[in-house]
């Protein structure tokens, strides 16, 4: 069965640091493109991130650009989020989400874990 | 950026069908993705490269896309299927969705 574990989540100050994980189980990570997805309270999804197999490829959108960076570690199954300078505005559920190796397809996705930066 | 529009709401009869649209530039010219997302549940995939459906997913959903439009029909629409949807697509590596509809089963 395919898992999709994310952990990290909280609440945070603005101009805070905050690192999202994910784990994964039940398929082949490594042959994976990965995804973070995040959706605001009420609010739609918003694609955040993406990362290739071997992490030598990252996309990020518009608005997290140079404040959020995804990684990977293949040995343990994991995907990561770096979160810095957090605004109000990143308050959100974060999801965890494979892409399908045979063309970029959200197939499967975590819970999400809950981001809330508030002072 | 690139944008993609969705109706905000659908209702629909039970036993009907609705017809979701989404619309983007020259949207026929990208694979679009359609999900299901129940309230406090995580989004599911249940249309992919416009017409397919992964394993699962009832045959009384079904997608096209074709000049600036893609739509997610659901046929027989059955009260299970009252959630949000959303489209998505690719634009230079960038992931867009749409901004979600709202299908309630009156």
């Known amino acids: 069965e395919v898992q999709l574990v994310e952990s990290g989540g909280g609440l945070v100050q603005p101009g805070g640091s905050l690192r999202l994980s994910c784990e994964a189980s039940g398929f082949t990570f490594i042959i994976y493109w990965m995804s973070w997805v995040r959706q605001a309270p009420g609010k739609g999804l918003e694609w955040v991130a993406n990362?290739?197999?071997?992490?030598?490829?990252?996309y990020y959108v518009d608005s997290v650009k140079g404040r959020f960076s995804i990684s990977r570690d293949n040995a343990k199954n994991s995907l990561y989020l770096q979160m810095n300078s957090l605004r109000a505005e990143d308050t959100a559920v974060y999801y965890c989400?494979?892409?399908?190796?045979?063309?970029?397809?959200?197939?499967?996705w975590g819970q999400g874990t809950l981001v809330t930066v508030s002072s | 950026s690139y944008e993609l529009t969705q109706p905000p709401s659908v209702s629909v009869s039970p036993g009907q069908t609705a017809s979701i649209t989404c619309s983007g530039d020259n949207l026929g010219d990208k694979f679009v993705c359609w999900f299901q997302q129940r309230p406090g549940q995580s989004p599911v995939l249940v249309i992919y490269?416009?017409?397919k459906r992964p394993s699962g997913i009832p045959e009384r959903f079904s997608g096209s896309n074709s000049g600036n439009t893609a739509t997610l029909t659901i046929s027989g629409t059955q009260a299970m299927d009252e959630a949000d949807y959303y489209c998505q697509a690719w634009d230079s590596s960038t992931g867009v969705f749409g901004t979600g509809t709202k299908v309630t089963v009156l």
């Open positions: 990362i290739k197999q071997d992490g030598s490829e990252k």
């Open positions: 490269q416009d017409t």
């Open positions: 989400a494979s892409l399908s190796p045979g063309g970029w397809i959200f197939d499967y």
